[in-house]
């Protein structure tokens, strides 16, 4: 997938929206708080959404750190402030939904989403391109893009179909971004690339980094099939992370192949030489005490539900 | 004082001007007609006549002379250089009341240096000039002003400033804020920011003057960054009284010092001009500075500079750093996606209000453009040749452009010294080149092609080696990326270059006819 970058740009820039063009107290609340099985799991549901849409936010700043071209850097200035919008905006729908405890309290994130905001704010800016460029699409398309296509198939309220119409709008343009930078990593001599790869992979800072990923996944995997939402969903989307990122250059990214391989085998529960000892790690997470970590970083506290400030 | 009559400048018989020092009819002709009464103009309007050119008349678009100076008298505006530097070696002050002066005070001593040099009566203020045309066959410029006068002149020197011109920043909807709009460059003092939320649009040379001054006045100070800069402490302190009398007494002292902090400034040139070793340490210490005066790792990496030191603007301050951490300061780096009524929304998505904006967005340097149309010989005109990026012949002539002399031309700017030490050598080149055009009556002195381009190919291959051209995008660079800005080089170099004015560089016509003075 080619894309002319300034050109995307341009219209990136000319697709900007902001939360005050949402009528948040707009009639449709009830089909939402109303539904008593639905509401507790999707405060959940919601609060994971948002985190994830965050997480992304932190690891696009890391990428235009990175970017090899001006536009690239700003294309990712902008990604970075638009899933931050993404999570701004989902957490208005939290607070129409009567979904956050306070205020002015962010809603609790779960211990694997601390652990990756953790590394994100210590590891982030040290890895590569090719290790974020790969790992972003696949963020995007599985979580990202099935968890929200789940939340327009399960929730009515106008209100949520309007944000996530304008969400889906914003994560059309970064998906084409991702896979154009995708296939731009798979260019280059392919034994520099496996050589590189595999002098990635045994940076220590990055095995900390899987470490906090893997589990994650799961735990969002296990959380979304609690909620109701088919296994096969998630297949598909993997699938496409396959099928749009695999050109001759995409496949000549060994981190692409990575992630991929990786990616099947989180969806396939009959894998137990994978799921054995990540949902081992899940386990074994979920006993980390909050204290045992550091307060968050400030980042965190620029999320904020008001459309005006 | 230094004298610098020009040797050998002795008008030919037949150049029967008559050195009147009465102000003259506005269509009489002069001359030298200098555009613009700021540091530049004012500076060659005293060397000029101390050089023995006498009939100089200075056209000044404001009501009162300082240029940039009079104009930037935003809160806490000061020169990033030592004023012992950023002074004229001809005309010191042992008076500075600090190292470092504010806006006012080098706006005091300018005003200083028109009574010292009695030059108000070669200034017609109001006179906005909108073009100029060159009589070929008379030698002589013609230069309409707004009121619709024409001055007439032997020669012209452009000084009107590359920072005269405010420039606004181009955000959606900027005409859609209802709120109150303040430029720095043209500061509304009359505006009470206690209890106000204000925004600062831009963190450049004067935003880091403005915010500190801000944080102390209004309620809420919002500062929306795009990229943050290299930032230096400043070493500022208040002139001891011993110091200024000694510099009124034995001005030797005072050259003498103004000559150590010259060396100072050339050797930053090191690490600031060019990709050096020292380029790193002077990074890793500004580096340890920010970590000094910021706690929280994510607003240090927010103001951390991802481009060589050098690449833009060096910031000097001792208080920016602690004024964004201030209760009351927040500083944004979302990208701004346009303004609405209330203030401006970025995207992230959130409407941020104010009471007052300030935009701290700088000028509007032109560096492929004439400042207004300049028509040369057989009508070719300057805006359409510097269409790709302005190029000149040692930064103050321009082939085609008989008889014109620029000041802060193109590739003339400084990085790591006083632009007032590039400017006394461009006025001395001037003053020896107009001394060329009337002592030998000329009708044409211009500058030879192959000259100019072979002195710019030079130019653009030494940039090509400099920190200004490592990739950053900067004013100093067109939207192309060509540098027409820095002089990539020393100042000692650069003043070397302009020592010596080469008549060889230069087509000469005598004159053959003479207009009635």
């Known amino acids: ?309 | 004082m230094n004298d610098i009559r020009i040797p050998g400048f002795k008008r030919r018989k037949k150049a029967t001007i008559v050195v009147d020092e009465t102000p003259k009819p506005s269509q009489k002709m002069v001359d030298v007609l200098i555009v613009g009464a700021g540091f530049a103009g004012l500076g060659t309007a005293i060397r000029l006549r101390q050089a023995g050119v006498h009939n100089v008349v200075i056209l000044e678009r404001g009501t009162e002379v300082g240029g940039t100076w009079r104009d930037n008298q935003y809160p806490g505006a000061a020169c990033d250089i030592v004023s012992n530097l950023y002074s004229y070696s001809f005309a010191q002050n042992p008076d500075w009341s600090r190292s470092f002066s504010g806006s006012g005070e080098i706006l005091g001593y300018i005003r200083q240096l028109v009574k010292r040099f009695d030059l108000e009566r070669l200034i017609r203020f109001g006179q906005n000039v909108t073009g100029m045309v060159f009589d070929e066959p008379a030698g002589i410029w013609n230069v309409n002003t707004a009121d619709g006068q024409t001055h007439r002149a032997r020669a012209v020197v452009m000084c009107q400033g590359p920072l005269s011109n405010s420039s606004w920043p181009k955000i959606p909807g900027l005409e859609t804020y209802r709120g109150h709009k303040i430029h720095s460059a043209r500061w509304d003092h009359g505006y009470d920011f206690r209890g106000k939320k204000v925004a600062v649009v831009g963190t450049g040379a004067s935003s880091i003057q403005i915010v500190p001054e801000l944080v102390k006045q209004a309620a809420q100070v919002k500062v929306f960054q795009r990229t943050p800069g290299w930032v230096m402490p400043r070493p500022d302190y208040v002139s001891p009284e011993w110091s200024k009398k000694l510099f009124a007494r034995v001005p030797a002292a005072q050259s003498a010092f103004r000559e150590l902090l010259f060396w100072v400034h050339e050797s930053m040139a090191l690490g600031v001009v060019w990709t050096t070793p020292m380029t790193s340490v002077m990074e890793r210490l500004m580096r340890m500075y920010l970590r000094s005066e910021v706690k929280d790792p994510w607003l240090r990496r927010q103001l951390t500079p991802d481009f060589r030191l050098g690449c833009k603007r060096i910031l000097i301050s001792n208080d920016w750093y602690k004024s964004l951490q201030a209760p009351n300061c927040e500083l944004v780096t979302w990208p701004i996606a346009g303004m609405s009524p209330k203030g401006i929304r970025t995207v992230e998505g959130i409407e941020h209000q104010f009471d007052c904006i300030v935009f701290a967005t700088g000028f509007d340097v032109s560096k492929a453009g004439s400042p207004f149309p300049v028509t040369g010989l057989g009508g070719r005109n300057l805006d359409s040749d510097w269409a790709r990026g302005a190029q000149a012949y040692k930064s103050v002539n321009v082939s085609g452009y008989p008889n014109v002399f620029l000041t802060f031309g193109p590739n003339s700017g400084p990085g790591h010294n006083s632009a007032l030490v590039y400017m006394e050598a461009q006025i001395g080149y001037i003053v020896r080149g107009v001394g060329k055009l009337l002592g030998e009556d000329l009708a044409v002195l211009d500058v030879k092609p192959e000259v100019q381009k072979a002195h710019n190919d030079e130019i653009q291959k030494r940039l090509r080696r400099t920190n200004w051209n490592s990739g950053c995008k900067s004013w100093y660079l067109t939207e192309d990326g060509f540098n027409s800005t820095m002089y990539p080089g020393l100042a000692t170099q650069y003043r070397s270059q302009m020592a010596r004015f080469d008549g060889k560089a230069y087509r000469t016509v005598p004159m053959t006819v003479r207009e009635p003075v």
């Open chain 1, 1 to 309: 997938m080619q894309l002319e970058l300034d050109k995307m740009l341009a219209k990136i820039k000319d697709s900007q929206w902001a939360l005050a063009d949402i009528d948040w107290d707009a009639p449709g609340r009830e089909l939402v708080t109303e539904n008593k099985e639905l509401y507790p799991k999707l405060k959940a549901f919601m609060a994971d959404l948002m985190w994830i849409e965050h997480v992304g936010a932190r690891g696009f700043a890391a990428m235009a750190k990175k970017a090899p071209t001006e536009d690239l850097r700003e294309i990712y200035r902008y990604f970075h402030a638009e899933e931050q919008k993404h999570a701004n905006a989902e957490m208005a729908l939290m607070k129409r939904w009567g979904m956050l405890d306070d205020a002015d309290t962010l809603p609790e994130p779960n211990i694997n989403i601390r652990l990756v905001v953790e590394w994100l704010d210590t590891y982030a800016d040290d890895m590569p391109l090719s290790v974020l460029g790969s790992v972003i699409p696949m963020l995007e398309i599985t979580l990202d893009g099935a968890l929200c296509k789940f939340l327009l198939d399960t929730v009515d309220d106008p209100v949520c179909h309007a944000a996530f119409e304008k969400i889906n709008a914003d994560e059309a343009r970064h998906l084409g971004v991702d896979f154009h930078v995708l296939e731009m990593l798979g260019h280059g001599p392919l034994y520099r690339q496996t050589l590189e790869f595999v002098a990635k992979l045994l940076d220590p800072r990055l095995m900390i980094g899987i470490a906090s990923y893997l589990p994650l996944l799961n735990k969002m995997r296990d959380n979304l099939v609690e909620l109701g939402l088919k296994e096969e969903k998630l297949y598909t989307a993997v699938q496409k992370y396959e099928r749009i990122g695999g050109t001759p250059g995409g496949r000549r990214n060994p981190w692409f192949r990575l992630i991929s391989r990786q990616g099947r085998w989180v969806i396939d529960r009959a894998n137990r030489a994978y799921h054995v000892p990540v949902d081992a790690l899940v386990k074994l997470t979920a006993k980390i005490p909050p204290r045992a970590l550091p307060p968050v970083p400030t980042w965190v506290k620029q999320l904020t539900w008001k459309p005006a400030a």
